[in-house]
């Protein structure tokens, strides 16, 4: 009986706390001091990219919500645990973090549309245009990516 109620208590007690490991993983430089602006959706997509390059899932945890979805240059459907799947594999891989794409940054309300064309190399060394849009939703306090779409610009489109 007393093992029955410590147990009861102890998952009271759990229960009853935050989710302190969100919380302190996520009290990195990029993400301190958000504000509603473009200069801290500009910064989280340069914190985004620069973790999708490193490996860094905290990081990518911290940026998007759990419900994150995104539509890649193929067509492909993702959603968050493919994200950091994807992620991870670039750990230890040492890419080169490129200049960021001078995008465009619609707030409203509580959503903001970050979007551009970025450029890089395919694997056989042509280049490779495409149209991103990132959308973030302001929970209160931050800003999370929520979705994301990547359309492949066809050669010779202005």
Known sequence: MHAFRNVVLGLGVLLSLPLPVR????????????LRDAATIDRLEKAWTFAYLRGDTDLEKCILSPDFTEILRTGEVKVL?????????????????????????????AVA?????????SADGTLREVRYADYYVWDGSLWHAFFAQQTQVPKGTP
């Open 23 to 34: 919380a302190s993983t996520c009290q990195r430089q990029p993400l301190l001091h958000q």
């Open 81 to 109: 645990k493919d994200e950091l799947r994807l992620a991870d594999g670039n750990k230890g891989k040492d890419l080169k973090i490129p200049e960021s794409p001078k995008g465009t940054i619609l707030l409203h309300g």
């Open 113 to 121: 549309v970050a979007y551009g064309t970025s450029t890089s190399k």
